[in-house]
């Protein structure tokens, strides 16, 4: 499996955005995930293991608790695949931060002439 596959996955990257403030026991990501997403925790147990045998996340034993953490290896590999394709977007987010720039200049230029409201 590509790890575009695995991170095709809305539950996948939902439990990866969890794990970035730090390592979480499974119980508590199948609970977050079940409210979330509807799903049961055999079903968040699947979707841990797919991450775990990519890569993408480690575990670890503390006495019965699995806790989880993330793995960036195979995520610096996404972002280098990646890279090719930035050339297509990063002169229209350029472009887009250019033109964000230049509205709150001319508002600030046009509340400055305004002067104070009473």
Avoid: C
Avoid at 27 to 43: D, H, M, N, T
Avoid at 102 to 108: L, P, Q, S, T
């Amino acid at each position: 499996m590509h790890a575009l596959d695995v991170l095709g996955d809305p539950v996948r990257r939902r439990l990866l955005e969890l794990l970035t403030d730090g390592e979480r026991s499974a119980g508590e990501l199948a609970e977050q995930i079940g409210r979330e997403f509807g799903i049961s925790q055999p079903a968040v147990s699947q979707h841990l293991r797919v991450l775990r045998e990519h890569g993408f996340t480690t575990v670890r034993h503390d006495g019965p608790r699995r806790l989880y953490a993330i793995d960036a290896t195979p995520l610096r590999e996404v972002d280098a695949w990646l890279a090719d394709f930035r050339a297509f977007w990063a002169p229209r987010l350029a472009a887009l931060e250019t033109e964000i720039a230049r509205g709150k200049r001319e508002r600030r230029i046009r509340h400055a002439q305004e002067g104070p409201h009473p």
